[in-house]
């Protein structure tokens, strides 16, 4: 990797972590996690049964949290104007959000997961697999979120919009990822090929947003 | 270093300028003149490829280095470290402290960015475009927020910057010292209208 692109990362991860703006995603991921216990009441068995689902579900809203600080600050304070003037391509901009993004929301969620999963009362075997399918599924995540950012970046009510614009689109992620909870292989052969599909496309939908944005 | 080839700008639909050409060699600078809204940040937009023109051409591949009116600083980060961001990335980090010298802003290197007044953000914005080290400046309206004493300090930070082989394309509605540049008056190039009926 070029070292502008890592500058670029470091920067973004940085600002990911001012005021605990990354701790915001794994907060309302528990809570969530937190919340359905007491939504379907104290039913180990039934808890266990569909606690995976639910971390699922969580990880899917807490990756909504961040959206909106992703393109947009940048857009609004001429930083991205910038880096544009200096040659860098809009893909290559939204490439560094991508993985800096990746960097500050994926491990905290997988961190938050063991607690969560204690709450929802999950066997060690089932949280392995919650944990493997994050690790595949969250990449595809963060660059969903990317690309709404980007989409979304300027206008008013953003967050709703990138909202309606995210959750239909994450629910292959969705249904591979509690797919693999069964124990197949192939979910998460199908998961792995929609995150990759996600992160490979998702600088260059950012990259465009971005450029039209300029206008 | 920058040639504009009739070069036509369309904005929202509408022609804001039309057939503009003129050359910036080594040395030279650019006054883009005109009243509010006639498309003279639009013109040092698109001689910094954030626009495209809608007609010509635009040629010259040297680093430019572009001053709007955001500062584009990270505002959590002590000025240095800010500044320091960008001329890392320009593959010019030890110009930093030259240029916070040149707007007399070395005092305040170890303020974040965001307790810094508007004249004081200005000028720091100015010393991003001096730490960039790059030989093409495109100013949009640099006066902006300066009192007298900063605008002697950047006029003079110009001078430097042409004498040592750069050029400078600045917009502004104030009047500013740049001796011998082109004079781009954009309110002589108004689109020819149809003539209403």
Do not use: Y
């Not at chain 1, 907060?27 to 104290?42: E, S, T």
């Not at chain 1, 969250?138 to 009510?157: E, H, I, N, Q, Y």
């Amino acid at each position: 990797m070029s070292s502008a692109l890592v500058h670029l990362i470091a920067r973004d991860l940085r600002r990911a972590w001012i005021g605990g703006g990354a701790l915001l995603p794994v907060a309302f991921f528990l809570l969530v996690a937190i919340l359905f216990p007491f939504a379907i009441g104290p039913d180990a068995k039934l808890l266990a049964r569909v606690g995976g689902g639910v971390l699922w579900a969580a990880a899917l809203l807490a990756a909504l949290i961040p959206i909106e600080r992703l393109v947009a600050p940048d857009m609004a304070s001429g930083v991205i104007d910038q880096l544009l003037t200096r040659g860098q391509a809009a893909a290559t901009i939204a490439f560094a959000k991508l993985v800096a993004h990746w960097l500050a929301f994926a491990p905290p969620i997988l961190l938050a997961a063991v607690p969560a999963a204690a709450l929802l009362d999950l066997s060690t075997e089932t949280l392995v697999r919650v944990e493997i399918g994050l690790l595949i599924g969250t990449p595809g995540l963060a660059a969903l979120a990317l690309a709404t950012g980007a989409l979304v970046a300027g206008l008013r009510g953003a967050g709703a919009i990138a909202g309606l614009l995210l959750l239909p689109l994450a629910v292959p992620l969705l249904i591979f990822g509690a797919g693999s909870l069964d124990g197949g292989v192939g979910a998460l052969k199908l998961l792995a090929a929609v995150s990759l599909v996600l992160v490979a496309g998702a600088p260059f939908v950012a990259g465009a947003a971005i450029r039209a944005g300029l206008d | 270093m920058l040639t504009f080839d009739t070069v036509t700008c369309v904005r929202g639909g509408r022609a804001l300028f039309e057939g503009l050409s003129f050359t910036l060699e080594q040395g030279g600078g650019a006054l883009v003149t005109g009243p509010n809204g006639i498309g003279k940040s639009s013109l040092i937009r698109l001689a910094a490829g954030l626009l495209a023109p809608a007609a010509g051409r635009i040629a010259g591949d040297t680093p430019r280095a572009l001053l709007t009116d955001q500062v584009s600083l990270d505002e959590e980060l002590r000025l240095a470290r800010a500044l320091a961001f960008w001329a890392r990335l320009d593959g010019a980090g030890g110009n930093i402290a030259a240029a916070l010298d040149a707007l007399a802003l070395s005092d305040l290197a170890d303020i974040p960015v965001r307790l810094l007044s508007t004249g004081q953000r200005r000028r720091a914005a100015i010393a991003r475009v001096i730490a960039s080290g790059a030989p093409l400046w495109l100013l949009d309206e640099p006066a902006n927020g300066l009192d007298t004493t900063a605008l002697g300090l950047l006029e003079t930070a110009i001078a430097a910057h042409r004498a040592s082989g750069g050029a400078v394309l600045m917009a502004s509605h104030t009047p500013i010292t740049l001796p011998g540049a082109i004079a781009i008056d954009l309110a002589q190039r108004l689109p020819q209208l149809e003539p209403a009926i």
